[in-house]
């Protein structure tokens, strides 16, 4: 009965699919998996001891494989686009039996289906079992993994119809298709197969006919950096699996970096840079200046005609807001213009890629620390000059 099945299944296999293969797992006289290469498929395994080899019959109580102990499973080679799946078993005690199927060699298993109430084996009389294989559909790589979870099963002829069907589905293709965007993006679907339904995720995994259903003429909202993976599928044929990642970056923010000068007395200042290493602070003595800038009692000395130049480290990015904070002083030059101490502090803002600060009164000014804001720039096509005369409109930055 087991030939003349299998011959059934072959037939039907080469009259709908044409090009469909069959892996046939059947009959040992020995005690290692794959033992008899003519029926065994080469490359299934057992991942532990806790099972019985023997040389089964079709469809009788004494079958190929008997699963023991709870965790044992057997495991398949890798197979392109399964169609079909079935096998025999039977159970001597309430049992409980978990395919699952990986598609990177056996690093992640996902749940194909739990199979529990088997029928009690005695000879002739084990269950045929056909499994929904529509998760599988248009896969390749695909290793199978029949765990046991309880009880003790005894399996026989498992039956894998795999290949590539002469029907076809084409891959689902987007619009607007995988890039860097700087807004919300609304993502339509489409298929060249007529009558095809298209499913999709939007966290990365793998989709199948139970993932969300797209509508035609819809939009899928992106408005955040993800990943879409969809699948069409028509007659139970399933495509390949088509990928898009959108990378969704928000408009102008601001990075913040704050100099202190705890621990630094009566150390000159030369170049100084803050935590992030993307700014620089190079201070000087100036035309008129009579003392160095240096560090006392976790503070800075600027003394007048002292100068202090802000700078990014590349030209990549500009600043957006210099904040000094002082113990003593009275007002500051910041590229020319003089800026007053209010409530001890200076708040300087604007779009430069560098900055020029000056101490142009006769008085000292102690400075605790200085705060600087800056953004990257990205995908800008126009020169720096013209942003920074106001001429470019909605300018992007990286967060």
Partial sequence: MGKKLSLLLLLFMVTCYGHAQESFFTGFNGSTIGDR?????????????????????????????????????????????????????????????????????????????????????????????????????????????????????????????????????????????????????????????????????????????????????????????????????????????????????????DIESKFTFVGTDGKTIGTINDAYNNINIKTQLGEASDLVPVYYNNTMLFYHGNHMVIAPISNNFIITEILIQFTTGSLLSFNGTDFKVTANQIKWTGVENKVTIINPKDKKAVITDITVKYRKIINVTTNLATILDGGVDNVYYEI
């Avoid at 009690?120 to 790589?141: F, P, Q, W």
């Avoid at 009558?195 to 955040?224: E, L, N, W």
């Fill in 37 to 253: 290469d003519d029926i065994t498929p080469v490359g299934w395994s057992i991942t532990s001891s806790g099972s019985t080899l023997n040389n089964g019959v079709f469809q009788t109580a004494s079958p190929s494989l008997r699963l023991e102990t709870v965790g044992t499973s057997l495991i398949t080679s890798q197979y392109n686009y399964i169609s079909s799946l079935t096998f025999y078993a039977s159970a001597s005690t309430p049992t409980t039996l978990e395919i699952y199927y990986s598609i990177d060699n056996k690093k992640t298993w996902d749940i194909v289906t739990t199979e529990t109430k088997f029928q009690k084996g005695t000879a002739k009389n084990m269950e045929l079992r056909t499994i929904d294989v529509s998760k599988l559909r248009g896969l390749k790589g695909v290793q199978l993994k029949f765990r046991l979870s309880a009880g003790i099963i005894s399996i026989d002829d498992i039956t894998i119809k795999y290949g590539i069907p002469v029907a076809s589905t084409t891959m689902p293709t987007f619009t607007p298709n995988t890039g860097t965007y700087y807004e919300t993006q609304n993502i339509a679907l489409n298929c060249t197969t007529e009558g095809a339904s298209i499913f999709y995720t939007k966290d990365g995994t793998q989709p199948s006919s139970s993932s969300s259903p797209y509508i035609a003429g819809s939009a899928i909202t992106v408005d955040k950096s993800m990943t879409i993976k969809a699948i069409a599928i028509k007659d139970g044929i399933n495509s390949d699996i088509a990928e898009a990642t959108y990378t969704i970056l928000n408009p102008a923010t």
